[in-house]
C-alpha cells in the first residue's frame, strides 16, 4: 500500500519562506520517482519539481532558484523547500509518486495548502 502524507502548508508574507514534507511509504520511497505538484484554484495540476531514484531533480522556471526538491533518505521524507515566496505561488501543492518505469503519477497525497499574501 502506497501512502503519501503531506505537511508543511501555511500563510505566509510574500518573500517568506515554507518547507513542505511528504511522508512516504518505503517501497515507493526506494523504488518510485516522486515529485510536488500544485492546483491554483480554476487550473490544473501544474508539475513544480521533480527528483528521480538517483536524485536528479527538474524544476518548473517559475520556481527556480527559489524552491529546492530534496529526499531525506532515514525518514522516507521528501522536502519542498520554498524561499523568496510569490503570491502566483499560492496554491493546493501535492506529493506525488509513480514508479519510475510509468509516465504518470499514479499516487498523490491529499494536499497542503500554501497561500502568499
Known amino acids: 500500500h502506497v501512502q503519501l502524507v503531506e505537511s508543511g502548508g501555511d500563510s505566509v508574507q510574500a518573500g517568506g519562506s515554507l518547507r513542505l514534507s511528504c511522508a512516504a511509504s518505503?517501497?515507493?520511497?526506494?523504488?518510485?520517482?516522486m515529485a510536488w505538484f500544485h492546483q491554483a484554484p480554476g487550473k490544473d495540476h501544474e508539475l513544480v519539481a521533480r527528483?528521480?531514484?538517483?536524485?536528479?531533480?527538474w524544476y518548473r522556471d517559475s520556481v527556480k532558484d527559489r524552491f529546492t526538491i530534496s529526499k531525506d533518505n532515514a525518514k522516507n521524507t521528501l522536502y519542498l523547500q520554498m524561499n523568496s515566496l510569490k503570491s502566483e505561488d499560492t496554491a493546493m501543492y501535492y506529493c506525488?509518486?509513480?514508479?519510475?518505469?510509468?509516465?504518470?503519477?499514479?499516487?498523490w497525497g491529499q494536499g497542503t495548502q500554501v497561500t502568499v499574501s
Open positions: 506525488a509518486a509513480r514508479p519510475c518505469w510509468l509516465t504518470n503519477y499514479s499516487y
Open positions: 518505503r517501497y515507493m520511497y526506494d523504488n518510485g520517482c
Open positions: 527528483i528521480d531514484r538517483a536524485g536528479t531533480t
